[in-house]
């Protein structure tokens, strides 16, 4: 008896829906074709041993089983629970009942339970799209899938249960989507008003957090630039469903949800250590997986001491910083992931660190901290929006009374200047920050006067500004003028913007 069982495939962040044909025949051999890995191969041993734990076995017939399309790669276990009701309905042991509406996957222990499998979310989202109305898989994955309004999940912990739900569907109830499961945001301990002094980086970390801007802020040891980094994402606006959606997406894909398969609604904070790889940065790998650029989707990739990660891992940052996505290509196929994450980024000023320190001397020579300085290429550093010297702070100020502004009041200006892109840029899909504009948009939203033009083509002039930098200190100026809820972008936003651009790195160390 030839039976049909439906199951999904996940190409980067994008799922396809995977036809599971199970044919019995006369013989005694067990065929899988269509693109099968390893892992679905033997996927045979544990669908045996499931099977026996329910009462059941394979049956010592010849069964043909093809997964189609057969062009793209089956990878992964989670296709153990269809092949295991394939081979029930195609032995006369289950009816396949409405089975053409419903998506199938998990995987099995020999025990017959069944254990959470990856890339749930896009499955369920592309099932959906599909006209597919329900979704068997394991327990642990049901929050996660019943994110999908309009789709019926059902989620289960044992083979056993699966097949009494299937004779007996009114045994079962769908699962329910649950909000207090969703994972809270964690930057209540990190607030901006137990920073003291350090205006300047706080005001550009403002600006950097209105229009989703990339900063590298250069300074001492102790001059508080992790502590500043990790205050950032207090500041950012609330995620909406879609980012999301999108950011639990690549979560689900790499397999770093938590067990309950809550939906991601802090923005991420990714901090990977300076002896990271550029496969673990960018992703790829034999399987391609997503990387921390990936992950930082929505939010926040803070590299700690710049200087000490492999150049040629920096290097692979290039293009995802202006393309916003990461082309992970191999031989017979390639996968997209999403690369819009805001990069921040932190480095001591010279080798021992007390470079233009106010009261620790610098030991090293003016060549030494040229040298130390270079190892950030050029093309990279044009591509961070802000840089910024952070100078310690003076003893006056930390330990005196007067207390900042809160992160939730700086945040509610960041979300009043982003309120007006959301307006601005409501026509054109992808583009929700000033950091994300077009050329083009670039010369229809951002008009500069005689005034600012001469400023702007006198900094050029000094300090020896690229084309690049030349339309990133247009994006600054605007959204500084964002902030200031003004229209028009005027001399004082250009000339603040300037002094983001302004870090020196030529002559740093020839002062």
């Known amino acids: 008896m030839l039976v049909k069982v439906y199951s999904g495939a996940v190409n980067g962040i994008e799922a396809t829906t ?10 005694a051999k067990f065929i899988i074709v269509g693109l099968p890995d390893n892992a679905v191969k033997e996927s ?10 329910v009462g059941s076995r394979i049956p010592g017939k010849r069964i043909i089983i093809n997964m189609a399309p057969a062009d793209v790669k089956k990878e992964g276990s989670s296709y153990d629970l269809p092949l295991a009701l394939g081979i029930l309905a195609a032995n006369e042991q289950l009816a396949p009942e409405g089975w053409d509406k419903c998506v199938i996957l998990g995987e099995l222990s020999l025990d017959g339970s069944l254990v959470p499998v990856k890339g749930v979310l896009p499955i369920a989202i592309h099932a959906r799209g599909e006209g597919f109305t329900r979704m068997l898989l394991p327990a642990g ?5 019943a994110v999908v309004e309009g789709l019926e999940v059902h989620g289960f912990s044992h083979l056993g249960e699966v097949i009494d739900y299937l004779r007996a569907p009114a045994s079962h109830a769908p699962c329910r989507f649950e909000p207090s499961r969703e994972m809270p945001e964690e930057t209540a301990m990190y607030d901006f008003k137990d920073v003291k002094g350090q205006e300047n980086v706080k005001r550009a970390l403002e600006v950097a957090a209105a229009g989703m801007h990339n900063i590298i802020m250069v300074g001492a040891p102790g001059s508080g630039k992790t502590m500043l980094a990790r205050r950032l994402p207090g500041i950012l606006p609330p995620m909406t469903r879609e980012e999301s959606l999108e950011t639990t997406k690549i979560h689900s894909v790499a397999g770093k949800l938590p067990r309950d398969g809550s939906l991601i609604t802090a923005r991420p904070f990714r901090a990977p ?4 790889s550029g496969i673990a940065l960018i992703g790829g790998g034999v399987f391609p997986r997503p990387g921390e650029i990936s992950l930082a989707t929505n939010g926040v990739l803070f590299l700690d001491e710049l200087t000490e990660y492999q150049r040629a891992v920096l290097e692979v940052m290039r293009q995802p910083l202006e393309d916003r996505k990461i082309t992970i290509s191999r031989a017979r196929h390639s996968v997209d992931y999403p690369a819009n994450f805001m990069l921040v980024a932190s480095m001591n000023p010279c080798p021992c660190g007390y470079y233009n320190h106010p009261t620790k001397e610098c030991s090293c020579t003016g060549t030494a901290i040229h040298r130390y300085m270079s190892k950030i290429s050029g093309p990279l550093l044009d591509r961070i929006d802000i840089h910024l010297e952070v100078v310690p702070v003076e003893l ?3 330990t005196g009374r007067q207390e900042a502004d809160p992160s939730r009041v700086i945040r509610e200006r960041v979300m009043a200047a982003r309120a007006i892109q959301t307006e601005r840029f409501k026509d054109y899909p992808g583009i929700h920050c000033n950091a994300q504009m077009t050329p083009a948009l670039l010369k229809k939203f951002c008009p500069l006067d005689d005034r600012c033009l001469a400023l702007l083509k006198m900094a050029m002039q000094k ?18 003028a964002d902030l200031a809820a003004s229209p028009a972008i005027t001399p004082q936003h250009i000339a603040e913007a300037i002094q983001y651009r302004s870090l020196d790195r030529e002559n740093w160390g020839a002062r």
């Open 141 to 145: 994955n049901a929050n996660e899938a």
């Open 396 to 398: 006056d100020k930390i």
């Open 273 to 276: 250590h300076h002896t990271i």
């Open 44 to 53: 045979q041993q544990r669908v045996d041993s499931a099977l026996r734990v």
């Open 463 to 480: 300090f020896g500004l690229s084309a690049r930098a030349y339309d990133r200190i247009i994006k600054l100026s605007r959204t500084i």
């Open 18 to 27: 995977i036809t599971i044909e199970v044919n019995i025949l006369a013989g």
